[in-house]
């Protein structure tokens, strides 16, 4: 199949790349580069051993965007490309909605004049109403806190909405849990160019000296060790969950939704503690207030994604701990950093 995968040269859409390569499908990535680097499609391609077709295109860019639809007859589309900071986007909202809702829209309107009925979008788990019963399950309320859920709310009913009337359209929703780890050969990883949205890359900088302490949002929920619980899942198996859902989409129509978890719920500390135990090395870390907007608890039912998707992850916490260290400790030797890792490692950076 030839895909387009907006968003392609990010975190999680670099590692859906490779995943499309190594199945053998042709891959034509979209990005404007905002929060990734051109450098990652070289990886890719030398990662997987093929050659990826790129354009440094916003998807708000309608002229542009219709130059690649006008070239090539795409089977799919991976619709990962928008703006994902919690925290920017009730600063700048305006933003959000522009990039998200507007490309999003965009994108749409190029399918349907260029015939191209199959969508997989990149949701996340935010769409939920933070009061939620866990495991969370698909049909579970849908309200959420911020503008960044909002956009990702908004694009999931336009969806619903739109299959409704258009019934050869299929388009596949994934809810993403909270994506870590990093690729397994060590080569590829997040590199936040604006600010980071998730925990890892803030332990990480913290182990690293690039921020003097991380800091566990509250102590005194009820939960285990009273922080709060998240559900953790390699980047690695969530890409996996794209290939299946985008041969789901190929033999059904309309609008469905599936979680991307890992379906285990694992605490702040009990993360800072298997990345200390796996990795050898101390994490500097306080316990501050809790975070206002934070909800307790959160992790997903993902047996829908099992049942029709055939998709289940692999990697377990542990893995994901050693892929994201590696990663780093890569990113570090080419910024010439080693120095600079301030708290005691029992191993060699
Ligand atoms: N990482 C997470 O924790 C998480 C959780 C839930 C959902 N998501 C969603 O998954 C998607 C990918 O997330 P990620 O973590 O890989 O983020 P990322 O920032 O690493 O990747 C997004 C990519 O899209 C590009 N991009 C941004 N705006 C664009 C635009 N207007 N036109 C073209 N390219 C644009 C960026 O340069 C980047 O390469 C996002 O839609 C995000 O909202 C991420």
């Known amino acids: 199949m030839k895909v387009l995968v907006t968003g392609g040269a990010g975190y999680i859409g670099s590692m859906v790349c490779i995943e499309l390569l190594n199945e053998g499908h042709d891959v034509f990535i979209v990005d404007n580069f905002s929060n990734s680097e051109m450098g990652t499609i070289t990886k890719i391609m030398g990662i997987t051993g093929k050659m990826v077709q790129y354009a440094n295109v916003d998807i708000t860019d309608r002229t542009a965007l219709e130059v690649i639809f006008r070239s090539y007859q795409f089977d799919s589309v991976i619709h990962l490309a928008g703006k994902k ?66 956009t990702k709310l908004a694009i999931e009913n336009f969806f619903r909405e739109l299959t409704a009337a258009h019934s050869n359209f299929s388009v596949v929703l994934l809810r993403y849990f909270n994506p870590i780890g990093a690729h397994s050969s060590g080569e590829m990883g997040e590199k936040p160019l ?14 690293s000296g690039k921020r003097p302490i991380l800091e566990v949002f509250g102590n005194d929920y009820d939960t285990v060790d009273g922080s709060g619980v998240r559900d953790f899942i390699h980047v690695e198996d969530l890409a996996k969950g794209h290939i299946k859902a985008l041969y789901y989409s190929m033999q059904n129509t309309g609008c469905e939704a599936f979680n991307l978890g890992s379906g285990t719920g694992y605490s702040v500390l009990q993360l800072i503690d298997t990345f200390a135990k796996v990795n050898e090395i101390d994490v500097p870390y306080h316990i501050g207030l809790r975070r206002e907007g934070d909800i307790p608890v959160s992790f997903a039912d993902i047996s829908k994604a099992q049942r029709f998707l055939g998709w289940r992850p692999n990697k377990t916490l542990e893995e994901m701990c050693i892929d994201a260290w590696r990663w780093q400790l890569k990113l570090l030797k080419e910024q010439h950093v080693e120095a600079q890792i301030v708290f005691p490692s029992k191993k060699t950076v």
């Open 194 to 207: 604006e600010v980071p949205n998730n925990l890892l890359p803030y332990l990480m900088d913290a182990v």
């Open 85 to 150: 900071s919690v925290s920017e986007s009730i600063e700048n909202p305006l933003q959000y909605y522009y990039d998200n809702l507007i490309g999003t829209v965009m994108l749409v309107q190029l399918m349907q004049q260029y015939d191209v009925q199959s969508i997989i979008f990149s949701s996340s788990a935010t769409v939920y109403h933070p009061a939620s019963i866990c495991p969370i399950q698909e049909t579970a309320t849908l309200k959420s806190s911020s503008p960044y859920g909002r």
